[in-house]
């Protein structure tokens, strides 16, 4: 596509409830990155991936949250038995290379809510 | 205390007025980034520095890494400007994409 997709824009859960999140790098790109943006935070970063590894996870908040790439493409953020404090911007990004060499593409977000 | 800290929080300028958004980091960087964020949520990536200065348009990016410090710099601001301006950084050692950002400035250009 041409820019980075991420779906849904917008989710509202229950609270113990699994959610999935989706993101569709520039064809191409081979970094993906997940950030986080809570309500009247900064952004923090939860993952990266190279290709379909993930070398840095550090971000990740608790055993709750995972992520995968399929296919050197598409990514799936899951957060499983949500919490209210999961409740968040989510940002994805890709870039052709890694971050010291070239510059990220944000997509428009997941507005996540945990009711 | 942060290690990404930006100046001013908040900024409201005239249209047409040059503008100056700083920001200062305490840790050693390879690369520092300027984002833009508009009212919608959706985050472009103005530039990314490691050192010197960058020209975009209307916009200028400076770094000075000895000060560990760096600027953004519009000129002939314009309401369309208008938007959340966040710097990030990487620091030495860290991953390509692990950024520690900062907390961003609100600006706001009225016409």
């Known amino acids: 596509g041409a820019g980075v997709s991420q779906s849904p824009s917008n989710k509202v859960t229950e609270k113990g409830k699994d959610v999935e999140l989706r993101c569709d790098p520039i064809?191409?790109?081979?970094?993906l990155y997940w950030y986080r943006q809570s309500l009247g935070q900064g952004l923090e970063f939860l993952i990266y991936f190279q290709g379909n590894s993930a070398p840095d996870k550090s971000g990740l908040p608790s055993d709750r949250f995972s992520a995968e790439r399929t296919g050197g493409s598409v990514s799936t953020l899951t957060i499983q038995r949500t919490q209210q404090e999961d409740s968040a911007v989510y940002l994805c990004?890709?870039?052709?290379?890694?971050?010291?060499?070239?510059?990220?593409?944000f997509g428009q977000g997941t507005r996540l809510t945990v009711v | 205390k942060n290690e990404v800290e930006q100046s001013p929080q908040n900024l409201t300028a005239q249209e047409g007025e040059f503008i100056t958004i700083n920001c200062s980091y305490s840790?050693?960087?390879?690369?520092l980034h300027w984002l833009q964020q508009h009212p919608g949520g959706g985050i472009v990536s103005l530039f990314m520095l490691s050192s010197g200065k960058k020209k975009h348009g209307r916009l200028i990016a400076t770094i000075n890494i000895q000060e560990k410090h760096s600027s953004l710099h519009i000129t002939a601001s314009h309401p369309r400007d208008s938007a959340v301006y966040i710097c990030?950084?990487?620091?030495?050692?860290?991953?390509?994409?692990?950024?520690?950002f900062g907390k961003g400035t609100k600006l706001s250009v009225k016409p």
């Open positions: 990030a950084v990487r620091s030495y050692g860290g991953s390509q994409g692990n950024l520690i």
């Open positions: 990004a890709s870039s052709l290379e890694g971050l010291m060499n070239t510059e990220a593409f």
């Open positions: 064809s191409g790109h081979t970094a």
């Open positions: 840790v050693g960087i390879s690369a």
